[in-house]
């Protein structure tokens, strides 16, 4: 603040102050100097007060949160807890899981050692299987080479004796039989035209039956 009464006084040509009003004005203005330092310091003490009252109000108005934070962190806790009972019953259902599945496995196991058991009979019998049919072969090959021996001995006995081929057999021949003589003797009349009576010792088929084959 400058006063005009407190300046410093002035000598002039004319005219001059004593010198206590000299010092008198000195000192006045030192000491309006300091006032206006002080001045300003009141001035940056009260920019300063103010933040510090902005930073309490905001400072209170957190604490005023508090409560409601710590309901909510209560709540969070709450939460937690529950999550954390989930995961317990989670983590012992996951343990039974993989008890099973190990029974499963362990059952697995047994089946697979049972089937290469299974296989392993399996081959052995197929084995067995093929060399009986190697034998069913060999033995069928030897009986129609036995057939056909009796066949030629047959023949060679029937000299006298007359072949009929071609004449159909009876389709039920393998359970009720057949009359041959009664066909020969029908062939006879209706095939060969001869109606007097032909005596026939004994008639019969040669060789095995078969469905696929008309027997002589």
Same mark, same amino acid.
């Given at each position: 603040? #400058?006063? !005009?009464?407190?300046?410093?006084?002035?000598?002039? $040509?004319? #005219?001059?102050?004593? !010198?206590?009003?000299?010092?008198?004005?000195?000192?006045?203005? +030192?000491?309006? &100097? =300091?006032?206006?330092? /002080?001045?300003? +310091?009141? *001035?940056?003490?009260?920019?300063? %007060?103010? &933040?510090?009252?902005?930073?309490?109000?905001?400072?209170?108005?957190? %604490?005023?949160?508090?409560? $409601?934070?710590?309901?909510?962190?209560?709540?969070? #806790?709450?939460?937690?807890?529950?999550?954390?009972?989930?995961? *317990?019953?989670? &983590?012992?259902?996951?343990?039974?899981?993989?008890?099973?599945?190990?029974?499963?496995?362990?059952?697995?196991?047994? %089946?697979?050692?049972?089937?290469?058991?299974?296989?392993?009979?399996?081959? &052995?019998?197929?084995?067995?299987?093929?060399?009986? /049919?190697?034998? +069913?072969?060999?033995?069928?090959?030897?009986?129609?080479?036995?057939?056909?021996?009796?066949? $030629?001995?047959?023949?060679?006995?029937? +000299?006298?004796?007359?072949?009929?081929?071609?004449? *159909?057999?009876? =389709?039920?021949?393998?359970?009720?039989?057949?009359?041959?003589?009664?066909?020969?003797?029908?062939?006879?009349? *209706?095939?060969?035209?001869?109606?007097?009576?032909?005596? %026939?010792?004994?008639? /019969?088929?040669?060789?095995?039956?078969?469905?696929? /084959?008309?027997?002589?």
């Amino acid at each position: 603040m #400058n006063n !005009p009464y407190f300046a410093p006084a002035q000598m002039t $040509d004319n #005219n001059s102050f004593p !010198p206590w009003a000299v010092n008198l004005c000195n000192q006045m203005t +030192r000491i309006q &100097s =300091t006032l206006d330092v /002080h001045t300003n +310091r009141w *001035k940056t003490l009260k920019t300063l %007060i103010v &933040s510090q009252t902005e930073k309490l109000t905001k400072l209170e108005q957190t %604490i005023s949160e508090i409560p $409601d934070l710590k309901r909510k962190m209560e709540n969070a #806790n709450s939460n937690v807890k529950s999550l954390q009972t989930d995961v *317990k019953k989670l &983590s012992e259902k996951v343990e039974e899981y993989d008890l099973t599945l190990q029974q499963y496995s362990d059952i697995c196991d047994g %089946i697979t050692g049972n089937n290469n058991d299974f296989d392993k009979r399996l081959s &052995s019998i197929e084995q067995e299987i093929s060399r009986l /049919h190697c034998a +069913r072969d060999e033995i069928t090959t030897k009986l129609q080479l036995t057939e056909e021996r009796v066949t $030629d001995v047959q023949w060679g006995g029937m +000299r006298e004796n007359l072949l009929f081929c071609g004449i *159909k057999e009876a =389709t039920n021949y393998s359970t009720e039989g057949e009359n041959c003589e009664q066909k020969i003797q029908n062939f006879i009349k *209706k095939e060969l035209a001869i109606n007097c009576q032909i005596s %026939i010792d004994r008639a /019969h088929r040669l060789g095995r039956f078969r469905k696929d /084959h008309i027997r002589p």
